[in-house]
């Protein structure tokens, strides 16, 4: 297995994982034309020529990014391969110089491994919250806790870390 940043040809692999996750309600489903527009937000995990797992990095600010749809093929979860995906994504971010990562999630236990946090409120000054307001990016909605938002969180937990 191999952890990797994703290509487009990955993205039909990546396009199965959230679908089999979005029904239920535990990940947002995307376009497929997003998932494109984003490649190179995400790592894959990769057996062969299969993708087994996924996640992204969505930087919202200078400081500040998001993970999203970290998935790992049903029928491999409880291996570990989500948590290699989630140290790339960290070692990703600290890389782009992100200080502090954000996430919205049901999975709280297995963010809180990795040192998030569950936050209350918005954890920035009044002048990055205007800016953020002006962001059409759902992720940034999320992260603001704002109202309509709300409709998309289906009941998840905010959660940051911030990186040493």
């Known amino acids: 297995m191999e952890i990797r940043s994703a290509r487009t040809s990955d993205i039909k692999g990546v396009r199965t994982l959230i679908d089999s996750y ?18 190179q937000e995400f790592m894959v995990a990769v057996e062969g020529h299969q993708v087994i797992g996924c996640g992204a990095l969505h930087v919202l600010w200078e400081d ?23 140290d790339a994504i960290i070692a990703r971010a600290g890389k782009l110089g992100v200080k502090r990562i954000f996430c919205l999630t049901f999975e ?6 990795h040192g998030f946090e569950i936050i209350e409120g918005t954890p920035v000054d009044s002048a990055v919250y205007e800016q953020l307001l002006r962001s059409y990016d759902v992720g940034i ?4 806790d704002l ?18």
Do not use: C, W
């Open 22 to 39: 979005a029904p239920q309600g535990r990940l947002l489903s995307k376009e497929t034309v997003t998932l494109y527009e984003s490649v």
């Open 64 to 86: 500040l990014a998001e993970v999203r749809t970290v998935a790992v093929a049903e029928d491999l979860r409880g291996q570990g391969i989500g948590h290699l995906i989630l």
């Open 108 to 113: 709280t236990e297995f963010f809180s491994a």
């Open 141 to 144: 909605a999320e992260f603001l």
């Open 147 to 164: 109202e309509s938002a709300k409709p998309n969180t289906l009941g998840n937990t905010r959660m940051l870390k911030i990186l040493a």
